[in-house]
Antibody, heavy 121, light 107 residues
Framework: EVQLLESGGGLVQPGGSLRLSCAAS????????MTWVRQAPGKGLEWVAS????????HFADSVKGRFTISRDNSKNTLYLQMNSLRAEDTAVYYC??????????????WGQGTLVTVSS | EIVLTQSPATLSLSPGEGATLSCRAS??????LGWYQQKPGQAPRLLIY???NRATGIPARFSGSGSETDFTLTISSLEPEDFAVYYC?????????FGQGTRLEIK
């Protein structure tokens, strides 16, 4: 059974940093592109960042470019999102999502339960 | 950036009725469009990928159609568990984008 378990969310002050983790199990993690998607309270879904299978290629939404970094440790089956210079508008539930087989730019067939990040003083 | 516009914003129907949800892209996405269902407090669930392919475990009452800029998600006969928010998503170009969602509510 595919499982994605996010952690690392919480309350952080504007300008602060936070690192999210996503522990994956039930599939061959290193063979799939992975993605972070966020959802602000009461709002729709917003793609944040994606990373290729080997971690060499990444893409970011303009809203987070230069502030967020996505990475992965295939030996630990774990995806990360390092978030720096956080702003109030980064407040959201952050989901990690697994790309469909063979899709670097893809749809997402499994999602974690999400972790809430709140940026507030 | 490709903008996806979903209509209607809210759809009020009764169980047993059919539902038609629309997603229009600001430029062609070929067939690279998917649909997700999200219930309150839950993560999204992939229903349809690449315009017309049902994801694993998705009931046959869900179907997708369309290409280029105009896409439709059809639910043939609504079950009580189908009332939720539905999002479309394109994977033709970076950045990946989602529509703003259609809320399907019980009439």
């Amino acid at each position: 059974e595919v499982q994605l378990l996010e952690s690392g969310g919480g309350l952080v002050q504007p300008g602060g940093s936070l690192r999210l983790s996503c522990a994956a199990s039930g599939f061959s993690f290193s063979n799939y592109a992975m993605t972070w998607v966020r959802q602000a309270p009461g709002k729709g879904l917003e793609w944040v960042a994606s990373i290729s299978t080997g971690g060499v290629n990444t893409h970011f939404a303009d809203s987070v470019k230069g502030r967020f970094t996505i990475s992965r440790d295939n030996s630990k089956n774990t995806l990360y999102l390092q978030m720096n210079s956080l702003r109030a508008e980064d407040t959201a539930v952050y989901y990690c999502a697994k790309g469909r087989v063979g899709q670097w730019l893809g749809h997402f067939d499994y999602w974690g339960q999400g972790t809430l990040v709140t940026v507030s003083s | 950036e490709i903008v996806l516009t979903q209509s209607p914003a809210t759809l009020s129907l009764s169980p047993g009725e059919g539902a038609t949800l629309s997603c229009r892209a600001s430029q062609s996405v070929g067939s690279y469009l998917g649909w997700y269902q999200q219930k309150p407090g839950q993560a999204p669930r992939l229903l349809i990928y690449d315009a017309s392919n049902r994801a694993t475990g998705i009931p046959a009452r869900f179907s997708g159609s369309g290409s280029e800029t105009d896409f439709t998600l059809t639910i043939s006969s609504l079950e009580p568990e189908d009332f939720a928010v539905y999002y479309c998503q394109q994977r033709n170009n970076w950045p990946i984008t989602f529509g703003q969602g259609t809320r399907l509510e019980i009439k």
